[in-house]
C-alpha cells in the first residue's frame, strides 16, 4: 500500500506561480510512475502530468504544456508540480496518483491516490 498526500493547493491570482508536492509513504517508492491529475467542479478528472519511476521520462496534458513542471525527489518520495502563469480555468482539486510501471495518462490506470489539494485562481 502506497499513501500519497498532497500539499501546497491555495488561492492565487491569475499570472502567479504555486508548487504542489505530494509525499509518498508506505511501500517503497522504488518502481512506481507518478501522475498529477485535476477535477474541476462538475467536469470530469483529468490528466495533467506524469512522470517514470527514473524522472526521464514526462508527458503534459496540451492545457498544461510549457506552463507547469513536474519533477520527483525519490531520495525524498516526493514528487512536485511546478505551475507558472496560472490561469483561471486551472482552478480545480488536484490529486497525485502512483501505478507500478511505466508512465501512463488514464486515471483508471493508477492504483494509488491522495486527497487532493485545492487550487484556485481568480482573475
Known amino acids: 500500500q502506497v499513501q500519497l498526500v498532497e500539499s501546497g493547493g491555495g488561492l492565487v491570482q491569475a499570472g502567479d506561480s504555486l508548487r504542489l508536492s505530494c509525499a509518498a509513504s508506505?511501500?517503497?517508492?522504488?518502481?512506481?510512475?507518478m501522475g498529477w491529475f485535476r477535477q474541476a467542479p462538475g467536469k470530469e478528472r483529468e490528466f495533467v502530468a506524469n512522470?517514470?519511476?527514473?524522472?526521464?521520462?514526462?508527458y503534459y496534458a496540451d492545457s498544461v504544456k510549457g506552463r507547469f513542471t513536474i519533477s520527483r525527489d525519490n531520495a525524498k518520495n516526493t514528487v512536485f508540480l511546478q505551475m507558472y502563469s496560472l490561469k483561471p480555468e486551472d482552478t480545480a482539486v488536484y490529486y497525485c496518483?502512483?501505478?507500478?510501471?511505466?508512465?501512463?495518462?488514464?486515471?483508471?490506470?493508477?492504483?494509488?491516490w491522495g486527497q487532493g489539494t485545492q487550487v484556485t485562481v481568480s482573475s
Open positions: 496518483a502512483a501505478r507500478r510501471g511505466v508512465v501512463r495518462n488514464t486515471a483508471n490506470e493508477y492504483d494509488y
Open positions: 508506505g511501500r517503497t517508492f522504488t518502481g512506481y510512475a
Open positions: 512522470i517514470s519511476w527514473r524522472g526521464g521520462t514526462t
